[in-house]
């Protein structure tokens, strides 16, 4: 495992934190949107209070680490590395206290088949491996998706659920798809989901226990992390070719298993 100064240079060098491809132009659209109250950026979650977007804006630069500045409004944003290591160490210990339980239930879902996914793929391994089930309600469930109003469908690769489009997994940030899997869960609810987008967002609006990864142009998870609804979330490019995430991978599954 690479060590932590190691770990700080390879999430810069890929681009999964530090500058980051995610444009300042785009991240402060969305913060501006998510105050204005659009529901798309709050990614299935309401809030407690009004955020306004100065506060949005504070906030991310805390929890993730942007420019803090308002003045700077195009050009390069930024995620902090050394916030990205401390919140993947933080998640760690969170699964690793729910899978030292007895037979714990644990649901992951995806909207970066193409990112992410990598990371939770190992992560599932590893919970199986330590004795968790894994979910996987709603399975075949159609819906009319964001994608240009075709239907998607609810799809499980190793346990992960993503959305596919005609036989395509796509991205997605919508919160309906784990809203249905939860509703078909009744009172059974999962002991933790693991996940990012709305897929994160309905979990932790509905009381799940919840841990997600979320880009720097997704405030409404970091807004849902300040609120406690949900208890984790990793700073990062989530869409960077899969196997950069591999070192942060690595030290998620080893924190994990020293903490149990």
């Not at 809030?47 to 630069?61: C, E, H, T, V």
Request: aromatic share 6%; proline share 6%; glycine share 10%.
């Amino acid at each position: 495992m690479l060590s932590r100064d190691e770990l700080r240079e390879q999430l810069v060098h890929s681009r999964i934190a530090g500058d980051v491809a995610t444009s300042r132009e785009n991240n402060l659209d969305h913060y501006s949107s998510l105050a204005n109250g659009d529901p798309y950026y709050a990614l299935g979650l309401t809030f407690d209070q009004p955020w306004s977007y100065r506060d949005i804006l504070a906030l991310m630069a805390k929890s993730a680490g942007v420019v803090s500045d308002p003045g700077h409004r195009w050009g390069q944003d930024t995620i902090d590395p050394d916030l990205t290591i401390d919140a993947a160490d933080a998640m760690a210990e969170r699964i690793a206290a729910v899978l030292s339980r007895p037979s714990p239930r644990i649901l992951f879902a995806t909207g970066h088949p193409t990112g992410v996914l990598a990371i939770h793929l190992s992560l599932a391994a590893l919970c199986v491996a330590k004795g968790a089930r894994l979910l996987s309600p709603a399975e075949g469930w159609t819906y009319a998706g964001s994608g240009f109003g075709r239907p998607r469908r609810v799809r499980y690769l190793q346990d992960i659920a993503m959305l596919d489009d005609r036989g395509a997994l796509v991205h997605t940030h919508d919160a309906a798809p784990m809203r249905h899997m939860l509703g078909e869960l009744g009172d059974d609810l999962p002991d933790l989901v693991i996940a990012d987008h709305g897929w994160a967002g309905a979990a932790g609006e509905s009381g799940v226990p919840t841990v997600a990864f979320a880009d720097c142009n997704d405030p409404g998870l970091f807004v849902g992390e300040a609120e406690g609804k949900i208890e984790v979330v990793v700073p990062l490019d989530d869409n960077v070719l899969p196997r950069y995430y591999a070192p942060l991978t690595e030290r998620l599954v080893t924190g994990v298993s020293r903490a149990l």
